[in-house]
């Protein structure tokens, strides 16, 4: 790993953890207020990202995306948290609200990203001294850039409409009861249907447009 490589991921590492760890704990908070206490009451409404930590999807995964994309680009995510939709007084439309939560928090915090950069790192480069702005101003800009891509691509990727992805919850939300039931058979192999997606270059189609919109929209590059 070369030093440009070991920079990305630096600036890329916080920025991914803050975001898995919001998701996830976005779906606990939405569920605990719809009536399911399950993530709750098994610790999960914590904003400790230890807690939220998978080892392949928050470590390797990561990694092995920071060397085959070359230092380009580092995608992960965290350990699901539970919900339990018998909880809730309508669970299809309780578990499409929790499921919706995760994307939309990710979708605000890349605003939030935009805004910090636009409105508080960038003017203040222009005030600070040169070498405050290489060793401080420069590093934060990088994190807010890496956590705006990877927010969108987070929120992009997860509502794919392939349970158990969020979208996948959301659609079955959606669908009219008997069509619900039907789609959400094919849950057991959602996985195996996203890894297909993503292998042929289908994903691509659903996620790029979803991506180029919102990075236009906030205008980060």
Do not use: C, W
């Amino acid at each position: 790993m070369d030093t440009a490589q070991l920079q990305r991921l630096i600036v890329s590492l916080p920025a991914l953890l803050i975001a898995i760890t919001f998701h996830e704990v976005s779906h606990g908070f939405v569920a605990n207020k719809l009536g399911d206490p399950t993530a709750k009451f098994m610790g999960r409404l914590t904003l400790n990202p230890l807690v939220h930590i998978d080892p392949f999807g928050t470590i390797i995964l990561p990694l092995v995306m920071l060397y085959m994309t070359d230092g380009r680009f580092v995608f992960g995510y965290a350990k699901p948290v539970p919900i339990n939709p018998m909880n809730f007084k309508d669970p299809r439309k309780g578990m499409a609200l929790s499921a919706a939560a995760g994307p939309v928090t990710n979708i605000l915090l890349a605003i939030a990203s935009t805004l910090v950069l636009k409105l508080v790192i960038l003017p203040l480069t222009s005030i600070l001294p040169a070498a405050v702005n290489e060793t401080v101003m420069k590093p934060l800009a990088m994190v807010a850039v890496s956590s705006v891509l990877i927010n969108v691509v987070l929120a992009s990727f997860n509502m794919i409409p392939v349970p158990p992805l969020d979208g996948g919850r959301v659609l079955t939300g959606l669908l009219p009861h008997r069509q619900a039931m039907t789609f959400s058979k094919i849950e057991p192999f959602g996985f195996i249907i996203v890894l297909a997606l993503i292998y042929t270059g289908i994903a691509n189609y659903i996620i790029t447009p979803v991506i180029t919109f919102f990075m236009t929209l906030l205008q980060v590059f």
